[in-house]
């Protein structure tokens, strides 16, 4: 009931927002909250287009200086989670070496990828 309830609410702050700022770090972030809601209903080729397209809003405002936020990195975990959990391989390979190389093998949240599936044995 309560993720029905906040996609209500984020589906009119998305129209909002597009209105607004199509390209804005707000809008992204609610994409990437909707993709973490739609991975939770395990709806995961939405979450994944939503991902995507907070990435792209991403790159387009921060270019080469995308590897300084933190949401990126967010993101990217994110993606690539998604991606492993609907077995799209290629796509989780592609999240997870961006963010290896935007962020580094230290970063927490490579740190938490590698732990996620250093377990399964498919990093």
């Not at 702050?13 to 809008?27: A, G, M, S, W």
């Not at 995961?44 to 939503?50: D, H, L, R, T, V």
């Not at 962020?103 to 732990?115: M, P, Q």
Request: no cysteine; glycine share 2%.
């Amino acid at each position: 009931e309560h993720i029905k309830i906040a996609i209500l609410f984020f589906e009119q702050e998305f129209k909002e927002l597009n209105q607004k700022h199509p390209i804005n770090d707000k809008y992204a972030a609610a994409l990437t909250t909707r993709g973490d809601i739609l991975f939770l209903q395990r709806d995961f080729e939405n979450a994944i287009k939503n991902y995507l397209f907070a990435r792209k809003i991403y790159l387009n405002r921060y270019r080469e200086n995308d590897r300084n936020m933190d949401n990126v990195s967010y993101n990217l975990l994110q993606l690539a989670r998604t991606a492993y959990s609907n077995k799209d391989y290629k796509l989780y390979k592609k999240a997870r070496n961006e963010l290896f190389q935007k962020f580094g093998i230290e970063h927490a949240r490579s740190k938490e990828i590698v732990s996620m599936f250093e377990i399964k044995g498919k990093l």
